[in-house]
């Protein structure tokens, strides 16, 4: 099977899938038209692609990253303002003094993909992600959250197992709880960042391809489109995506979103989403 390690397009995908169940769970568990007329990016894919953008005008040393963090999600964000975005998030991007607001939610982790790419290590992790989060998110649980996503994208990519990724995660995060032989048990509609990812990493670790993955993530409601956005970017790194379910996720896509992926993957991405 052609499969691409596409860790961006993992997110935005697991967003369009979940995005016509965020208010209305599924409620047949795993059986589900992936895609249809319904679906549609919302603000988990638009930050993504800032992120991402963030990294493709920074200096080489991502020096100036925070300025540029703030820059590209705010011209995305104002040029898609109706796309999902919480409250609190919508007033920061249309305000003009850029400052954190203590957020513990989960947008922090939905958002930070790119650094599991860029990231040459896990310390390198720890500080890119620390910029990213804290221009917005700046509670620890966000800051965890977040940093959890990444560290779980880049030991994927390198090749760690499930077994060694969930070890990680465990000796350094969080405990997490696998979803116990494919038995999917809704949850509780999470906003905190920290309760969503653990949630993501689980409906990783019970998957066996990145379609199955991101169905386990639906599967368990709550905040379906956030919960597969995570869920989406660490499986495509693990995994890989199939390349029929790539080309019909950037259908949903515009031209400029579009654009930032390609040229994102171009720079910065090529050695990841090569056929495995």
Same mark, same amino acid.
């Given at each position: ?91 920061? $991007? *249309?305000?003009?003094?850029? /400052? @954190?607001?203590?957020?513990?939610? !989960? ?6 993909? +790119?650094? #599991? ?61 696998? $979803? *116990?032989?494919?038995?999917? /048990? @809704?949850?509780?509609?999470?906003? !905190? ?6 949630? +993501?990493? #689980? ?67 090529? /050695? ?5």
């Amino acid at each position: 099977m052609n499969l691409k390690k596409d860790v961006i397009l993992g997110a935005i995908i697991g967003d369009v899938v979940g995005s016509r169940f965020e208010l209305n769970n599924n409620k047949y568990g795993k059986e589900f038209d992936f895609f249809n007329k319904y679906c549609r990016f919302t603000d988990d894919s638009a930050m993504t692609l800032a992120v991402a953008n963030a990294f493709l005008i920074s200096k080489p040393d991502y020096s100036d990253l925070e300025e540029k963090v703030i820059e590209s999600m705010t011209e995305v964000g104002r040029k898609y303002p109706n796309c999902g975005f919480g409250s609190s998030f919508s007033r920061w $991007l *249309k305000s003009e003094d850029h /400052k @954190p607001y203590g957020s513990f939610g !989960n947008g922090s982790a939905m958002r930070i993909s +790119a650094v #599991g790419v860029v990231a040459k290590s896990i310390e390198e992790i720890k500080e890119l992600s620390a910029i990213i989060t804290n221009v917005s998110h700046n509670h620890p649980d966000s800051i965890n959250g977040s940093e959890a996503t990444a560290v779980a994208i880049y030991m994927a990519l390198k090749g760690n197992t499930k077994e060694e990724i969930k070890e990680y995660i465990e000796n350094n995060y969080f405990k997490l709880d696998d $979803l *116990k032989n494919g038995t999917i /048990k @809704p949850q509780v509609f999470h906003i !905190n960042c920290v309760e969503t990812v653990k949630q +993501a990493l #689980g409906a990783f670790l019970d998957s066996t391809d990145y379609e199955d993955a991101t169905r386990n993530a639906i599967a368990l409601g709550g905040d379906s489109d956030t919960l597969a956005a995570i869920t989406g970017s660490i499986a495509a790194a693990y995994y890989g995506i199939p390349e029929d379910i790539c080309n019909q996720g950037l259908n949903y896509l515009d031209e400029y979103l579009i654009n930032i992926h390609n040229e994102f993957n171009n720079k910065l991405n090529t /050695k990841n989403t090569n056929n495995s």
